[in-house]
């Protein structure tokens, strides 16, 4: 049987991968080892903006990258840092924010984090019209997620995909 993420048996720490919650303003979960969108949530999304096949590092193309539409219309959104100056009097010094807008850069995973790692000294805010996601191909290869899910993601896409039991994936244009 095809599995996952099988570098996961090599690594010394995490033994084990899971869905992550949707969080920092997205409306996908979003897998905890790799980062990937959901399968699901991917295949559900009534538009896809912009999509992209990353390089074939691994011999076969791997990853798609996608960008989603925000729903509900733009977001405010932190759309640049600095731990330096100001670039410009349209950045914020983090102790100038307003509490929306620090809510917004907690919501977006800026802020104070503990240990040795700060908040940010300045922020951008911007609209956000989409969340930019990375979709990894090994999803497809669950064997509990739904063929109809694999074969809308394989149309959209443009590639077909299957996994051999020794590990190997072959992929063919989309019919």
């Given amino acids: 049987m095809a599995v996952v993420h099988p570098e996961i048996g090599q690594q010394r720490v995490v033994q084990r991968w899971f869905w992550l919650d949707r969080s ?13 969108v959901h ?7 009534p538009e896809w903006l912009r999509t992209e096949w990353a390089d074939r590092k691994y011999g076969w193309p791997h990853k798609l990258y996608v960008d989603l539409p925000v729903q509900d219309g733009p ?3 932190v759309v640049g840092t600095r731990w330096s100056s ?10 100038d924010l307003t509490p929306d807008q620090r809510a917004v850069a907690e919501r977006d995973g800026y802020g104070p984090r503990g240990g040795d ?11 956000r019209v989409a969340h930019h996601a990375k979709f990894y191909v090994t999803h497809l290869a669950d064997p509990q997620l739904d063929v109809a899910v694999k074969r809308a993601i394989e149309a959209r896409s443009g590639l077909r995909f299957t996994f051999t039991d020794d590990g190997h994936v ?5 019919a």
């Fill in 24 to 36: 920092h303003g997205e409306h996908f979960r979003r897998c905890s080892w790799c980062g990937s």
């Fill in 75 to 77: 977001q405010l959104a």
């Fill in 170 to 174: 072959r992929w063919a244009p989309a």
């Fill in 86 to 95: 100001a670039a410009d009097d349209s950045w914020i010094a983090w102790s």
């Fill in 117 to 127: 790692e700060p908040a940010p000294d300045f922020v951008l805010l911007g609209d």
């Fill in 39 to 45: 399968p699901e949530d991917l295949a559900a999304e």
